[in-house]
């Protein structure tokens, strides 16, 4: 490739470098932004039917003011709910590759696969998966094909591990938000830094460009992404505020330390 064309490739690398780095710093200010921003858009369609009477300019500045106040009173939730997302479907994959390996024994072959009612459902589901986003609409398309295929047993069996991972995804969220914040940005860092390091790699190496197997991209994404939350998380608790120093403690501390410049030396 021309130098020229790596500039994508290159914002893409160090963008995923300061996710991995320092991503857990600013995604909540980015997250809060985003969220005021929305209000903003949603303020004179939706509160232009509660009051009418008001301007437009007015009803922007209403809904932004009330998406700071919802972002400000549930941040901790919303954080929940983003990391049950992602735990939901890494627990639904970890089990669907469990399954495939032999792990775990849910498919039997006396129940064989699901198949259509009618030819209703099926309209419906290509109805739907047309009206994905082009961008995402291949494997959108692919996981619903499978899905379709897989046995009741085993769909109910992934439904079950998405479940569980979303539920203790939103506990260690809502309860660790900095932490969950520093698992996510590692995870989005972590794709960026493989997909913009890639043309890099193949201009130097011709190694770089032969094909590499899925189960080795997955494990490279794996690895990078717990270095970069152990790389945000190693200097203690992230969690941790200065509120968290009670005032019993803070009195304590300062009496023992009179204590000790007036007791004399012997």
């Known amino acids: 490739m021309p130098i020229q064309s790596l500039a994508p490739a290159l914002i893409l690398l160090l963008g995923g470098l300061l996710l991995l780095i320092a991503g857990r710093h600013f995604l909540r200010p980015v997250f809060v932004i985003a969220i005021v921003l929305l209000g903003a858009m949603l303020g004179a369609p939706l509160l232009g039917l509660l009051a009418p009477r008001l ?30 997302v992602v735990l939901g479907f890494g627990c639904s994959f970890v089990a669907l590759v469990a ?9 039997r072959p006396i129940d064989g696969t699901a198949k259509f009612v009618d030819g209703y459902e099926h309209e419906v589901h290509e109805q739907l998966v047309a009206r994905t986003p082009t961008a995402v609409r291949p ?12 046995s009741p047993q085993v769909r109910t069996f992934l439904t079950a591990a998405a479940a569980g991972g979303a539920f203790v995804g939103i506990i260690v969220g809502t309860w660790l938000p900095n932490s969950s914040a520093a698992f996510l940005t590692s995870l989005v860092g972590s794709i960026f830094t493989l997909v913009g390091a890639m043309p890099f790699l193949a201009r130097v190496s011709d190694r770089a460009a032969q094909p590499i197997a899925p189960v080795a991209w997955l494990l490279f994404w794996i690895a990078l ?33 009179t204590r000790t410049r007036r007791e004399p030396r012997t």
């Open 55 to 84: 301007g437009s300019i007015a009803l922007t500045l209403l809904g932004g003011a009330l998406g700071l106040v919802f972002v400000a009173a549930t941040w901790r939730l919303l954080f929940g709910c983003a990391t049950g």
């Open 99 to 107: 399954i495939d390996a032999g792990a775990i024994d849910a498919r």
């Open 139 to 150: 494997l959108v398309a692919w996981a619903d094909a499978k899905w379709r295929a897989e």
């Open 225 to 257: 992404a717990i270095a970069g939350w152990l790389l945000q998380t190693w200097r203690g608790d992230p969690d941790r505020t200065p509120t968290d120093i009670t005032p019993g403690s803070t009195k304590r501390r300062t009496a023992e330390a």
